[in-house]
Structures are given as C-alpha cells and as structure tokens.
C-alpha cells in the first residue's frame, strides 16, 4: 500500500509560479506510475499530467502543456508538478495518485479510474 501526501499549495498572483510536490511512503514508490489531478470548485476532478516509473516519459492536459512540468525523484519517494504562468483557471485542489499497473501507453494514466491510491490533495488558489 502506498500513502500520498501533497505540499506546496498556496495563494499565488496571476502569472506566477508553485512548485507541488507529492510524498509517498512505501519502498516501492519506483513501481508506480504517477499522475496529478485538479478538482474546480463544482466540477468533476480532471487530469493534469502523468509520469511513468522510470520519469522517462510523460503526458500532459493540453490546457497545462507548455506551463507544467512533471517530474520525480525515486530516490526521495517524491513526485512534483511545477506550475509556471498560472492562470485563475488553475485553481483547484490538486491531486497526486499512484498507478501500480504496467500502461500500453501513457495516455491511458489520464484515466482516473488507472489509479490505485490517492492523496488528500492541496489548494491552489490563483488570484487575477
């Protein structure tokens, strides 16, 4: 089993920049593919960006490409999410979840339901 912690939310101006980065326990965290998820106020949770076990490759929402980069460290059992040039429509409470499965293609962790475990999430608020 593996338990996700999320940090690193916060308030942030329009234009600027957070770092979320998502904890796991667990000796095994290399064996999990990740993803962040973002939930609006009153919308349906939905997927931001993924990362396979190695951190070779990696899929992103097109509302985030090119301002968000995925990454993580197997060595500190931390997955990160750097948000650059945020947006209000960014505020959300943002996800990490965990993938045990072995993906066909990368595409298929933008799929919730993929995931085995999630964290409590943290808030992102962007202010315009």
């Known amino acids: 089993q593996v338990q996700l912690v999320e940090s690193g939310g916060g308030l942030v101006q329009a234009g600027g920049s957070l770092r979320l980065s998502c904890a796991a326990s667990g000796r095994t965290f290399s064996s999990y593919n990740m993803g962040w998820f973002r939930q609006a106020p009153g919308k349906e949770r939905v997927f931001v960006a993924a990362i396979n076990r190695n951190g070779v490759v990696t899929d992103y929402a097109d509302s985030v490409r090119g301002r968000c980069t995925i990454s993580r460290d197997n060595a500190k059992n931390t997955v990160y999410l750097q948000m650059t040039s945020l947006k209000p429509e960014d505020t959300a409470v943002y996800y990490c979840?965990?993938?045990?499965?072995?993906?066909?293609?990368?595409?298929?962790?933008?799929?919730?339901?993929?995931?085995?475990?999630w964290g409590q999430g943290t808030q992102v608020t962007v202010s315009s």
């Open positions: 979840a965990a993938d045990a499965s072995v993906p066909t293609k990368i595409q298929r962790l933008r799929i919730s339901d993929e995931y085995d475990y």
